[in-house]
């Protein structure tokens, strides 16, 4: 560009360039991010509010003793009717950049969205570790599913119904 400066275009070549989502998790991630890249807003709809809930790193170790991390999710109660359905979109192998839904806004739903296990800055234990990842499994992403949707049912008491919806891999969790 003839009148811009080299630094203000690799500036506004940095403020818009960010590495694969599978590459920008945990610590390593954030280390390998381009300086002066802005992170993209967590929602579209300013209704919708970032949460977390507490869970357990191996749902399928008795008692529930062992390690805890924080799973990410989105809550869009603005359109929630009481008496309406739990819309949730299922998560999928991304980082939760946003919550909306026409689908949810049309049935007066509760609308939640849930980052998986592993992916954008949800990373257990902040351990991105080829060991730790035996936790990311089918199982483990489908009951971290089921304990958000018993967290948010006791917050929302008045929900009547859970309808799980997603695409490729999200939609295939949501059929399981």
């Not at 819309?87 to 980082?95: D, K, L, Q, R």
Request: proline letters at 6%; a negative charge; one cysteine or more.
């Amino acid at each position: 560009a003839a009148g811009c400066s080299r630094a203000a275009a690799q500036g506004a070549v940095a403020d818009t360039l960010r590495l694969p989502d599978r590459f920008s998790h945990g610590e390593i991630g954030k280390s390998l991010q381009p300086p002066g890249v802005r992170e993209v807003g967590l929602s579209d709809k300013p209704t919708a509010r970032t949460e977390y809930v507490t869970m357990p790193l191996d749902h399928f170790v008795g008692g529930h003793g062992g390690p805890t991390w924080d799973l990410k999710y989105m809550v869009d109660d603005a359109g929630f009717v009481e008496g309406g359905p739990l819309v949730i979109e299922m998560p999928s192998e991304g980082a939760l950049r946003h919550c909306s839904s026409s689908l949810a806004s049309s049935l007066g739903a509760l609308l939640v969205c849930s980052q998986h296990r592993f992916f954008g800055d949800t990373v257990p234990l902040n351990d991105s570790s080829t060991a730790n990842f035996k936790y990311l499994t089918v199982e483990q992403n489908l009951w971290d599913v089921r304990a958000l949707i018993r967290h948010v049912r006791e917050a929302y008491p008045k929900v009547s119904k859970v309808i799980a919806y997603g695409g490729a891999y999200s939609g295939a969790c949501a059929s399981w």
